[in-house]
């Protein structure tokens, strides 16, 4: 069923209560795989993200491109590193079960269903891998580590809205746990806007809303923005819908503002987490 928005201006609360300017719920964690170098679980609303960090570690030249991942080199982009930078291989995982929508479906048509849902999935996951890898290529300083590799995995236990800010969140915090120096948090999350790209009325207002959930991007034009630090540096920018273009510098604005609150909110988990293991070894 189509989103109704027209309640948004009236109510001025969304159909999970939030205002337009309000993130849903984010709630982190970091160092909570031993076993891995660096380690993060993410929660932005009900999506829900693993990330473990490896590296840097020796570069491999025969298993170099050989896994699931996608491989950055430290100017950013796809493809073999430079030997005098570290090379970024990111991999994701979604789980079957991460989805929300259960479609039913005769037998008939049952093979034909899973092989296209593989195909959409190995393509998001490969956009997801590419932009991330570019992303971390540009803001880490992998000069420091010639000839190694740094690898990304993530798991997507649950999506509602917001994968690819969630990723980028939850890799943000497993890279500073695996103290991989970097120039600032790398800072995500998505906006949109009420009016869909084919509205065109003059009494049209649209408005635009930060970080949006499962339902909202399924209806509405909405984009992916990722920041550096406090700043607005625009260090990600993925708009996987169309929208009308007088309504992309309101969404991106909402956006920037939106990954200045997530910042604050990626800084406070790492200082507890700090203040935490200082407290545990003076103890």
Not at 40 to 58: D, F, Q, W
Not at 156 to 179: M, S
Not at 249 to 272: H, N, P
Request: proline share 2%; hydrophobic share 35%; aromatic share 4%.
């Amino acid at each position: 069923m189509p989103l109704d928005t027209s309640t948004y201006a009236l109510a001025l609360l969304r159909l999970d209560g939030r205002r337009w300017n309000e993130l849903r719920r984010i709630r982190a964690q970091i160092s909570t795989q031993a076993a891995a170098d660096g380690s993060s679980y993410l929660e932005m609303g009900n999506t829900k993200v693993i990330c473990t960090v490896s590296g840097p570690a020796e570069l491999k030249r025969s298993a170099a491109g050989g896994s699931g991942g996608t491989t950055g080199g430290g100017s950013g982009g796809g493809g073999r590193n430079d030997d005098d930078k570290a090379s970024i291989t990111v991999d994701v995982s979604i789980a079957g079960f991460s989805g929300i929508d259960r479609k039913r479906r005769g037998r008939g048509d049952k093979q034909s269903h899973d092989a296209n849902a593989r195909d959409r999935l190995c393509r998001r996951t490969s956009e997801l891998q590419t932009t991330i890898a570019s992303a971390f290529s540009s803001t880490l300083f992998t000069h420091l580590y010639p000839r190694s590799t740094i690898v990304i995995t993530l798991h997507v236990l649950a999506q509602d809205g917001g994968l690819l800010a969630a990723c980028i969140n939850a890799a943000t915090l497993a890279l500073i746990d695996a103290g991989i120096p970097t120039s600032d948090y790398l800072a995500a999350c998505t906006a949109g806007s009420t009016m869909t790209a084919s509205s065109t009325g003059a009494e049209d207002n649209p408005d635009p809303l930060l970080d949006l959930n499962g339902t909202e991007e399924q209806e509405l034009p909405f984009l992916t923005v990722a920041t550096l630090g406090a700043s607005d540096r625009v260090s990600v920018l993925v708009m996987e819908t169309r929208a009308r273009v007088e309504r992309v510098e309101g969404m991106l604005a909402v956006g920037v503002d939106g990954c200045k609150q997530v910042r604050e909110i990626l800084d406070g988990v790492v200082r507890r987490h700090g203040k935490r293991m200082l407290e545990g070894g003076a103890g």
